[in-house]
T-cell receptor, first 111, second 118 residues
Framework: TQLLEQSPQFLSIQEGENLTVYCNSSSVFSSLQWYRQEPGEGPVLLVTVVTGGEVKKLKRLTFQFGDARKDSSLHITAAQPGDTGLYLCAAPTDSWGKLQFGAGTQVVVTP | GAVVSQHPSRVICKSGTSVKIECRSL??????MFWYRQFPKQSLMLMATSNEGSKATYEQGVEKDKFLINHASLTLSTLTVTSAHPEDSSFYIC??????????????FGPGTRLLVL
């Protein structure tokens, strides 16, 4: 069973547009992470959010953790072709830190 | 930042042979390493958790006799796919964590190993 539901599965936009990716669950998490993965490479950690209601910004990327710590969103402003990739949310499922990943959102930004 | 390497980056083998994949933490000691498998257009699925000096813990549905994991040192874990078959073809990714504090410790991911079994 997928604890983390990501939407949409696929997003294709033009350079300069904005986009939002969602990660939802019925479970409460102590923290949640967002990764970006490019073809043939391992995922790269973008951010970890730990506090309900927390908002973190990384240049043009804004990450939000829901007040109840059950959901999160990633918003990209003025997307660029370099933002193309598979965006994955992940959360620890036990005290040992085993990560459960969402199914991922494939983002394609065309020039 | 912490670096995790994997070797080889890609491997092609014949059905029935065994393949060993190495995962190394280059600039930190990893008390725990994780092995994931990723099929095309799918997400990462955890296969097993490996703690240095102890037996690996496998996720449900993962055959421990087929996917042998050895975490012999604080910087090296190996995954051996025994008697590989075409359905084992996948992208295998490891991650390493430095400390014992579970979810509070960041996992650093390797670049992955592409396995193709003919």
């Amino acid at each position: 069973t997928q604890l983390l539901e990501q939407s949409p599965q696929f997003l294709s936009i033009q350079e300069g547009e904005n986009l939002t990716v969602y990660c939802n669950s019925s479970s409460v998490f102590s923290s949640l992470q967002w990764y970006r993965q490019e073809p043939g490479e391992g995922p790269v950690l973008l951010v970890t959010v730990v506090t309900g209601g927390e908002v973190k910004k990384l240049k043009r990327l804004t990450f939000q953790f829901g007040d109840a710590r059950k959901d999160s969103s990633l918003h990209i402003t003025a997307a660029q072709p370099g933002d193309t990739g598979l965006y994955l949310c992940a959360a620890p499922t036990d005290s040992w830190g085993k990560l459960q990943f969402g199914a991922g959102t494939q983002v394609v930004v065309t020039p | 930042g912490a670096v995790v390497s994997q070797h080889p980056s890609r491997v092609i083998c014949k059905s029935g042979t065994s393949v060993k994949i190495e995962c190394r933490s280059l600039d930190f000691q990893a008390t725990t390493m994780f092995w994931y498998r990723q099929f095309p257009k799918q997400s990462l699925m955890l296969m097993a958790t490996s703690n240095e000096g102890s037996k690996a813990t496998y996720e449900q549905g993962v055959e421990k006799d087929k996917f042998l994991i050895n975490h012999a040192s604080l910087t090296l874990s190996t995954l051996t796919v025994t008697s590989a078959h075409p359905e084992d073809s996948s992208f295998y990714i490891c991650s390493a964590r430095a400390g014992p504090r579970g979810f509070q410790e960041t996992q650093y991911f390797g670049p992955g190993t592409r396995l193709l079994v003919l």
